[in-house]
């Protein structure tokens, strides 16, 4: 079954806006297929990419608030043994089924009022919508960032790491099940950028093992649900990670990195055999949107493909399998930019529409 019409269009997630319906508003002008519900990380604090997904490691005091800072793990308190015994008791719980873990790790309302929005009149807003697409942070760009009382990233600590996954993996099952409620289809994104750091001098003990595995522990129960899921990364990465994956979607910036993809061309054919998708990133978000147009987008793609023809991708195969996505999120960018960002995209689709 093709869950996946040609020639459809998502986002990233982040948006500028501090207003709800007007985020929901340009979203459904350029989505109205493949709608996301907005992160707004200007409307809340906790709308952030750091803290957004372990709330209830905030809740439980397992990461403690600091100031305009992330939050800490304090590892050396009195009762760290208790709240870290606390919080498996209630993953356990969680994967029986139990209400009040359940309730426990429930998506905390300020945290997540783009989705709640998003939600509540959603055939209103997007009556044409073919699926609905969400995103959640990365473990290896959550637990890089976030760090213990000595200043230590929480990736590089068996525990913490774990704690990280395994809470992110519970926020994950919730977000999918809220968005079936739709009855359409599911596409979840993890936004993971700090894949690019994989082989840099600064982080040479992090490996494409660990990396691989914390995916694989968030990925593993979306699948299981008939999630569709997807890796996000805006920068170049070793793709060669997210290819031995049991991805359906890998999302990359295709206007800044299509090369570091373009190499790996033998594996991006087989991921495309295999029914992989691609979700290209080809308008840009940063000040660059304001100089292109859709035309030079779809010229640029056309080259593109002409270099993965020459590389023995299966182009025919490939523009079947791609929905088109910006580069980035456009949380960090004007209210303006970001709508010129989303209105290039729709208009870069209706014009590979009438080409095709």
């Known amino acids: 079954m093709v869950w996946l019409t040609k020639n459809r269009a998502t986002g990233m997630g982040s948006m500028p806006y501090t207003n709800d319906a007007a985020a929901l508003a340009a979203v459904a ?27 209830p490691l905030i809740k439980l005091g397992l990461l403690q608030p600091v ?8 590892t050396v308190a009195a009762d760290w043994d208790d709240k870290l015994v606390r919080f498996y008791e209630l993953y356990l719980a969680f994967q029986e089924g139990d209400q009040a873990a359940e309730e426990f790790f429930t998506l905390e309302r300020d945290a997540f009022m783009g989705l709640d929005g998003f ?5 209103a807003h997007f009556p044409a919508a073919e699926g ?18 000595r200043g230590r990233s929480a990736f590089y600590a068996d525990t913490l790491r774990d704690l990280i996954v395994k809470c992110t993996a519970v926020q994950g099952v919730i977000q999918a099940r809220r968005l079936a409620a739709t009855s359409l289809p599911v596409l979840l994104f993890i936004d993971e950028p700090s894949i690019f750091l994989l082989g840099s001098g600064s982080y040479i003990t992090l490996t494409g093992e660990d990396i691989a595995a914390a995916l694989a522990e968030i990925i593993e129960p979306l699948a299981a649900m008939g999630v569709k899921t997807g890796v996000h990364v805006c920068a170049q990465a070793d793709w060669s ?5 049991p991805l359906n979607v890998i999302s990359f910036d295709a206007y800044n990195y299509f090369v570091s993809m373009a190499v ?42 002409a270099e993965l023809a020459r590389r023995n991708v299966d182009i025919g195969l490939l523009r079947r399998s791609i929905i088109w996505t910006p580069s980035c999120g456009t949380g960090t960018l004007t209210e303006e930019h970001a709508e010129h960002v989303y209105r290039l995209l729709a208009e870069l689709v209706a014009l590979l529409e009438t080409q095709d």
Request: net charge negative; aromatic share 10%.
């Open 29 to 55: 002008r350029a989505l109205p297929h493949w709608p996301h519900w907005p992160q707004l990380p200007h409307q809340d604090e906790t709308q952030g990419f750091i803290v957004q997904y372990v709330q």
């Open 67 to 74: 100031p305009r800072k992330d939050p800490v793990f304090v």
């Open 119 to 123: 939600l509540a009149d959603f055939a």
């Open 132 to 149: 609905v697409k969400g995103q959640i942070s990365g473990p290896l760009t959550l637990g890089l960032q976030l760090k213990d009382e």
């Open 241 to 245: 990670i997210l290819f031995g994956l």
């Open 264 to 305: 790996q061309a033998e594996q991006l054919q087989k991921f495309l055999q295999n029914g992989g998708k691609m979700a290209w990133g080809l308008v840009p978000t940063a000040v660059d949107a304001i100089e292109v147009t859709a035309a030079g987008l779809a010229e640029l793609f056309n080259r593109q493909c």
